[in-house]
């Protein structure tokens, strides 16, 4: 059984580690110090919720149907596209750590933009449903749940350790130019993931 929850762990920490929407939004809310904590618990929870899935032999439903997995790329695209220029668009404004002048938005708004940045990138729905599912079809059913007992784990241990790592660095980064090139590495993931999504569809 610990072979089984060691497996896990390393393809969950193989997958979650790699920069992806989640990892740059988490990152900017942790150097801003900003409700950080409760988007790391989101990202982790989403990712539980949706490795259960997988585990549970549901990819299928989601990996063979081409209307969903279209709708899912270019609704996907859309967010991340946006978001990106968001991004973008504020290297050209004042950049503060300073909470209130980081980006204004209320614990209610970053929720709905963590949700969206989890539920609307369908690398989300690849990475723990299809990849993770996919290798924990090939363990018998006590097995499979220490797998996904372990690629949960690595999941939490992951956002956690990103948003305590940011929060600790952000007295150390304060300066805007560190702002400045945040926003534009977190502008080109964006819009680098936004592009994958839909290059097959062009």
């Known amino acids: 059984m610990i072979s089984a929850v060691l497996t896990?762990?390393?393809v969950g920490g193989g997958l979650i580690i790699a920069i992806g929407a989640q990892n740059a939004f988490l990152l900017g809310q942790g150097l801003r110090r900003?409700?950080?904590?409760?988007?790391?618990l989101i990202c982790a929870f989403s990712d539980?919720?949706?490795?259960?899935?997988?585990?549970a032999g549901l990819g299928g439903l989601?990996?063979?149907?081409?209307?969903?997995?279209?709708?899912m790329a270019w609704g996907g695209a859309a967010f991340l596209g946006w978001y990106g220029l968001k991004s973008f668009k504020s290297l050209f404004s004042n950049h503060h750590l300073e909470k209130e002048k980081s980006h204004g938005k209320s614990r209610k708004e970053i929720l709905l933009y963590t949700l969206a940045v989890t539920f609307l990138n369908p690398h989300v729905y690849i990475d723990t449903i299809v990849l993770v599912g996919g290798i924990a079809?090939?363990?018998?059913?006590?097995?499979?749940?220490?797998?996904?007992?372990g690629?949960?784990?690595a999941s939490l241990c992951w956002f956690s350790f990103l948003a305590f790592a940011a929060s600790w660095a952000s007295p150390y980064l304060s300066r805007p130019i560190t702002w400045k090139v945040i926003d534009g590495l977190t502008g080109s993931v964006m819009w680098l993931i936004a592009f994958s999504l839909i290059k097959e569809q062009l």
């Open 8 to 10: 896990g762990f390393g």
């Open 34 to 40: 900003q409700h950080h904590i409760m988007v790391a």
């Open 48 to 55: 539980a919720l949706l490795i259960s899935i997988g585990v």
């Open 62 to 71: 989601i990996s063979s149907n081409p209307f969903w997995t279209e709708l």
């Open 137 to 149: 079809a090939q363990y018998e059913f006590e097995p499979r749940l220490y797998f996904a007992l």
């Open 151 to 153: 690629a949960i784990s």
